[in-house]
Nanobody
Framework: QVQLVESGGGLVQAGGSLRLSCEASGRTVSTSDPRTRLMGWFRQAPGKQREFVAAIYRTTGDSSYTDSVKGRFTISRDSAQTTMYLQMNSLKPEDTAVYFC?????????????????WGQGTQVTISS
């Protein structure tokens, strides 16, 4: 089983920054674990569906973003490849949501939540205007 634990959420003013972290752990998780080959961030605002934010392939570092965060958010992973980050700059009130970390085998569209097998519990991000 892969456990994903998010941290770093909070309340900031518009224009501010936050850095989210997602640590993958579990008895069998390793740097070569195929279950974390793809790691991504999704968010869900009240009354809305969960939406894709960003994703990264653990070994290649190839990444993708939803259009609304391009140029403001940066996804990355540490050298051990078991922790993923989302640096969020120039935050806007519309970025307010619960942010979820997810991991999967990396097959198919990384923007689809169906391609992820493991999910964290989420961390709240609130941006005040």
């Amino acid at each position: 089983q892969v456990q994903l634990v998010e941290s770093g959420g909070g309340l900031v003013q518009a224009g501010g920054s936050l850095r989210l972290s997602c640590e993958a752990s579990g008895r069998t998780v390793s740097t070569s674990d195929p279950r974390t080959r793809l790691m991504g961030w999704f968010r869900q605002a009240p009354g809305k569906q969960r939406e894709f934010v960003a994703a990264i392939y653990r070994t290649t570092g190839d990444s993708s973003y939803t259009d609304s965060v391009k140029g403001r958010f940066t996804i990355s992973r540490d050298s051990a490849q078991t922790t993923m980050y989302l640096q969020m700059n120039s935050l806007k009130p519309e970025d307010t949501a619960v942010y979820f970390c997810a991991s999967g085998y990396g097959v198919g569209d990384p923007k689809s939540p169906d391609k992820y097998d493991y999910w964290g519990q989420g961390t709240q991000v609130t941006i005040s205007s």
